[in-house]
């Protein structure tokens, strides 16, 4: 005998857990064997409809179905036999929704010598529900969250300053040194934001503030060695933290994932413009 742990959403139920013994779906394509499947098939498609029109219902002790069966009962049985994913596509008895507001845990039960009720079914592979949209908003709150936390958990990485000042060290980095306006459009904050984050990393000797030799009305950053430094340590902290959030997904998937939070980050940034 095999078990299975469901969640299935979370009903208004006075249950707070439940047990499924050999409850299943009667999907003709998870039953086990080719003449079993054969025959179900052959009486949920033929026999059934042909007996419910001949004797009124369905005389299921005389064929080994179990028990008779009302011809309604059984015509609908038959029916969801033929739908992907059994009653959850009967819009009738809403069972998608239903079934998505059960939160309680449910242990589910197959037993491998029953070629209907085996582990696979039984633990709702005929039954699984289309898949639901992901709550994004909230999975990306949860994982920014997780990120700051595991980032905060590492201080030695910053030198003595915040993560978020890393951040400003890293443009600098790549040019040796650059202009306020360009650091800001970079980090997506507001010029003073960075003039004012800039004095501290100033003061912590990461940056000196120097002026440009073109244009006198601009001011630049500029890396100390100090400061080179710690931006090659915060490089390597942030490797790793990258190489631990890609594991298991593929070039294609973390292709996906980068083009969806640029998307998001454009879309968000166009309705603030709206506003």
Known sequence: MRSSWGGAGAGESALSAAVLVASHAGVTRTIRGVAERARVWAVMRILAPLSCAVFGYMPGRRIGLGEDLPRGVMLQWSRWT???????????IDA??????VRIPLLMLGFDDDPWANPRPAAGGAMTLPAKAPRFVLLVNRAQRAIGHWIERRPEAWDGISPAQVGLLFLPAARNEAPVGEIAQALDVAPAAVTNLSKRVQAANLVERVGDAQDGRLT????????AAACTTAHAVLDQLNARLLQGFTADEQAVVARWLNHAAVVMSEGDKEL
């Open 82 to 92: 033929t739908l992907p994913h059994y009653f959850y596509d009967d819009p009738a």
């Open 96 to 101: 998608a929704r239903r079934a998505a507001s």
């Open 220 to 227: 630049r950053l500029r890396l100390t060695p100090a400061g």
